[in-house]
Every structure is written in C-alpha cells, then in structure tokens.
C-alpha cells in the first residue's frame, strides 16, 4: 500500500512529519474496508515511520480489523528495493500475508521487481496492489516471481 494523500501546506514541516490531508483521512480507512470486503486482512502490517505512512498503515488497519502491533521499519522510509526485501525476507512463517505501506516511487518500483510479468503500475495514494507468491517461507521470496491478484484505488471505490 502506498501512503494516503498528505498535505503539503506548512515550508515548516519537514518531509517525514507530513500529515495526511483530508482526502487521505478518509481514503486509508477506505482502503481497510475493502481489504476486509475482500478478505485480506493482513497477518502483518510493515511500514514507514514517516508521519504520513504510519497513519495510513493505522487508519487501513483499524478499519479492516488488523488487531496486531504494526512494524515501522525505517527502512520503508525511501530505502533501496534490496532492503525492504531483506525485511520481507526475515519476517517469520506464522504470517500468510504481510502488507507494507510506503512511499512512490519505491512502491512502483518493489511491485516492478516482484511480479513476473514485468509491467509499470503505477500507485497513486493510497493504492492497494495484492501479490500472490508460491513460496512455503518469506526467505524463499525471489524478484520477478508474483502475480498480481488485483490493484485498488480509492477513487474507484468511492
């Protein structure tokens, strides 16, 4: 998932205090809702601490039922591909999905890496792309090995 819409309104605010705006308070738990619908609540949330990302990932975990502690990985604050792998990797077997909320144009470029079918998607706030992979463990986890089940965007649910 990439983060809700955030408001660019204060020079004094630095990049990673960010709130979201109006339109991404009510986009995120828009987005958790249809996680829900869809029955994909995740066993893991992952994501950025920056201000922005971390409301998102708590309004979509609230609103879909996610009732686990999220991660925040300073890592998914615009680090590289490989190192967001590597946490994806190391995340234990007891979780069938895991959902990550991050940042563009990291998140075009991990789903770019990730799916077999090299095709761009591109991510607007607050999109939703699900992944099925077929590994037994996260550290089986390979570049170009996903399939893309679907990709959501607020505005085609509003």
Request: charge should be negative; hydrophobic fraction near 35%.
């Amino acid at each position: 998932m990439r983060h809700a819409k955030s408001d660019w309104g204060s020079d004094s605010q630095t990049d990673f205090d960010r709130p979201l705006n109006e339109r991404g308070l009510k986009s995120a738990p828009l987005m958790g809702k249809e996680l829900a619908r869809r029955n994909k609540i995740p066993g893991l949330i992952i994501s950025s601490p920056a201000n922005r990302a971390k409301t998102t990932a708590k309004l979509a975990a609230e609103s879909c039922g996610y009732n686990q502690n999220i991660l925040f990985e300073q890592e998914f604050y615009f680090g590289s591909i490989d190192e967001i792998l590597n946490i994806i990797m190391a995340v234990g077997n007891e979780y069938d999905t895991i959902m990550i909320v991050g940042h563009n144009p990291t998140s075009e470029s991990l789903i770019y890496r990730l799916l077999k079918e090299h095709r761009h998607q591109q991510m607007p706030t607050a999109a939703v792309a699900s992944i099925n992979f077929n590994i037994d463990e996260w550290n089986q986890l390979k570049p170009n090995s996903g399939e893309l089940e679907w990709l959501i965007i607020p505005r085609e649910l509003a």
